[in-house]
């Protein structure tokens, strides 16, 4: 932590407990529902992962709620009475309502607490590639950026992080109704992956059609090949997150860093929580990159 500020995220930004202690940033949990009965998405501590989504491919029900505004000003009033600003950056706007909650929660709090300010950012982002936002932010308070300019590079260089998405299994996407029921069952028997991408609002946006994993995960790759940062001399961070489909994210993986021999380390693999997984079940892979704003 920066002597006088916190650094804080929701839980949908995916990477581990531990990651984010090792990172000194704090966190708030988003909840989902599994067959009626609440629990927090703690990033997979009350129920592993694996347990998860094999609930979800038994048939189980899923829903999500985002963090209300009470559950905004009782965590943000924590920091406050310490004396601490707080850099809070939320789950994208374009997929939630939870930005606008902490806002309101920000501005209950103001006059209460005149002295200190908590800055609220959109990251127009989800799952790791908010989460390698966050690596990122987290880099820079270290280097001693104060609580508003951390708070002004993330709005300003938000839509650098580049998001893309391909799913092996249409069954979630089809239940969600995100896909037709014709397309999903044509999809699955020509063995298409639909390749997405976040949009310049933060929303996530379906761009092609690919046939098989082997030629999905080879498009996927070309995507950072066409807009990473310094394009195949990237020399940043890589994040990659998956929905019960490890094999898929490692072949990943092993293409990025044959690709991009100037990687700023290895290429780190994080599971897709169960907010974002319980919208997008099992078989999805994730990949994220700094690169040119994201236009739409």
Not at 35 to 44: F, K
Not at 172 to 195: E, H, M, N, Q
Not at 268 to 274: A, E, P, R
Request: aromatic letters at 12%; charged letters at 25%; a negative charge.
């Amino acid at each position: 932590m920066n002597g006088n500020y916190v650094l804080s995220c929701c839980s949908t930004a995916d990477l581990t407990h531990e990651h984010f202690v090792k990172r000194d940033i704090s966190y708030l949990c988003f909840h989902y529902f599994l067959d009626g009965v609440s629990y927090p998405d703690d990033l997979g501590q009350t129920i592993p992962f694996d347990k998860f989504y094999q609930a979800m491919v038994d048939g189980a029900e899923t829903r999500t709620s985002q963090i209300n505004v009470e559950e905004y000003e009782n965590y943000f009033e924590g920091f406050l009475k310490r004396g601490l600003d707080v850099v809070h950056v939320t789950l994208s706007s374009g997929l939630s309502g939870t930005y606008n909650s902490a806002v309101i929660a920000k501005n209950n709090l103001a006059e209460k607490y005149p002295c200190n300010k908590v800055y609220v950012v959109d990251s127009l982002g989800a799952s790791s590639g908010y989460g390698l936002l966050m690596e990122t932010l987290a880099d820079l308070r270290d280097e001693g950026y104060s609580a508003e300019e951390l708070a002004a590079w993330a709005t300003e260089h938000r839509l650098e992080m580049h998001h893309w998405f391909f799913s092996t299994d249409l069954t979630f996407y089809v239940k969600g109704g995100r896909v037709s029921k014709a397309s999903g069952w044509f999809g699955t028997i020509l063995k298409i992956c639909p390749l997405l991408n976040m949009d310049n609002n933060g929303r996530l946006i379906p761009r092609f059609k690919i046939r098989g994993k082997k030629k999905v995960t080879e498009v996927i790759v070309q995507k950072m090949q066409e807009f990473a940062r310094n394009r195949e001399d990237y020399d940043g961070k890589c994040f990659i997150s998956y929905s019960a489909c490890l094999p898929d994210a490692e072949n990943v993986r092993d293409l990025v860093e044959e690709r991009f021999p100037q990687l700023k380390g290895k290429v780190k693999l994080f599971s897709i929580g169960t907010t974002i997984g319980s919208h997008t079940g099992p078989g999805t892979v994730a990949l994220f990159f700094w690169g040119d704003k994201r236009v739409n």
